[in-house]
């Protein structure tokens, strides 16, 4: 499966509020995660659309999906070396 597919599918967006993802992928409540995004950490890239500092974070779903993958591979060779 299309781990970018699947996300567009559960959110019905391609541009999501970093709010909204914050928590359940990266484990971070939203005023931290929008503190990561102003200062430049936060694993994928999260932007502002607007002027202004009022403007929501935003993320596209391609970069979350592509994180994603990234850790899941991560994790997927730490056990094949464990075993």
Do not use: C, H
Request: no cysteine; hydrophobic share 45%; charged share 25%.
């Amino acid at each position: 499966m299309n781990t970018a597919f699947l996300l567009m599918a559960q959110l019905n967006k391609a541009i999501v509020p970093l709010d909204e993802i914050s928590d359940e992928y990266l484990g971070l409540a939203p005023r931290t995660a929008q503190n990561y995004a102003k200062a430049g950490k936060l694993p994928f890239p999260a932007f502002r659309s607007g002027n202004g500092n009022k403007s929501p974070w935003l993320v596209n779903v391609n970069d979350l999906a592509a994180y994603l993958d990234k850790q899941r591979d991560i994790a997927k060779k730490d056990l094949i070396r464990a075993a």
